[in-house]
T-cell receptor, first 114, second 115 residues
Framework: AQKITQTQPGMFVQEKEAVTLDCTYD???????LFWYKQPSSGEMIFLIYQGSYDQQNATEGRYSLNFQKARKSANLVISASQLGDSAMYFCAMNRAGGFKTIFGAGTRLFVKA | GAVVSQHPSRVICKSGTSVKIECRSLDFQATTMFWYRQFPKQSLMLMATSNEGSKATYEQGVEKDKFLINHASLTLSTLTVTSAHPEDSSFYICSARTLAGDTQYFGPGTRLTVL
């Protein structure tokens, strides 16, 4: 069975600083995908970044990067130069390669301080 | 990126009525759409996987007769909450998977309140 664990219910970061949101996962599938989504107070789920289990390099998308450590089964999200608009709920997610059933972690609420 | 819409964004209904929520992929075709439910301050819970032209696959514990899903075309899936009760009040989110990739794109969600 697959499982996603986010151990940080809430995080604070000063504006313009970097922050790391933790995510560990458990799966027996040899091929899988890892995702991070942002959910602001409006409720919409915004796709941020994707990492395939066989990707050699860590994924990056603008200010977002995914620190993928396969042996440790971790997929931490790093947000550089935090902005006030980054304040939101962040979910780590995983699915088996092929795009079916995605499971989500409990989420981490990020607060960016001015 | 790919755009998914949901309608309505908010709905308030009386107990016992049925409510239909539409999920559309606007700029891509989606053979598979997913319906999630999210309670306040909790994570998303997958309710069912909707496949175009075939019956939906429901997750364990989800009543298929209560949550009717129809995926009539490659761009439209509907969720009907039948005989809604206050405990069905929740945030319902759909997502659609592109044909090419593994990424799911989410709709903006529908907040259902049953009085």
């Amino acid at each position: 069975a697959q499982k996603i664990t986010q151990t940080q219910p809430g995080m604070f970061v000063q504006e313009k600083e970097a922050v790391t949101l933790d995510c560990t996962y458990d799966t027996s599938d040899p091929s899988y995908g890892l995702f991070w989504y942002k959910q602001p107070s409006s409720g919409e789920m915004i796709f941020l970044i994707y990492q395939g289990s066989y990707d050699q390099q860590n994924a990056t998308e603008g200010r977002y990067s995914l620190n993928f450590q396969k042996a440790r089964k971790s997929a931490n999200l790093v947000i550089s130069a935090s902005q006030l608009g980054d304040s939101a709920m962040y979910f780590c997610a995983m699915n088996r390669a092929g795009g079916f059933k995605t499971i989500f972690g409990a989420g981490t609420r990020l607060f960016v301080k001015a | 990126g790919a755009v998914v819409s949901q309608h309505p964004s908010r709905v308030i209904c009386k107990s016992g009525t049925s409510v239909k929520i539409e999920c559309r992929s606007l700029d891509f075709q989606a053979t598979t759409m997913f319906w999630y439910r999210q309670f306040p301050k909790q994570s998303l819970m997958l309710m069912a996987t909707s496949n175009e032209g075939s019956k939906a696959t429901y997750e364990q514990g989800v009543e298929k007769d209560k949550f009717l899903i129809n995926h009539a075309s490659l761009t439209l899936s509907t969720l009907t909450v039948t005989s809604a009760h206050p405990e069905d009040s929740s945030f319902y989110i759909c997502s659609a998977r592109t044909l090419a990739g593994d990424t799911q794109y989410f709709g903006p969600g529908t907040r259902l309140t049953v009085l």
